[in-house]
């Protein structure tokens, strides 16, 4: 039986970003990471960087995101395909205006 490999860590041609983000989808940092990087180690990275800082995870990295928290305070850190300043819609709608009749 073969085992499946989650696509978070999949080098891809095209560039992904490391998020961290608040807990209404507010971007507080972003990093871009260029194309066929390893993304493991810069998820660890920034992980690393992070508990320097006083922050804690509260869990593994393993499927690209893990929630951060320092104090009252807690955020995500994501490894991500999208760009979040990009001005194209991050997500389907059903209640976007051309949609509706």
Known sequence: MGRY???AFTKSPTPRY??????????IECQRVEPAADLSGALATLLERLVG??????????????????????RLA???PRDPYSPTAQSFSPFAPEMRP
């Open 5 to 7: 490999t989650f696509p």
């Open 18 to 27: 490391m998020v961290i983000w608040g807990l209404q989808w507010q971007v």
């Open 53 to 74: 800082e006083g922050w804690q995870s509260e869990g593994t990295s393993e499927y690209g995101f893990v929630f951060i928290r320092r104090g009252t305070e807690r």
């Open 78 to 80: 994501m490894l991500t």
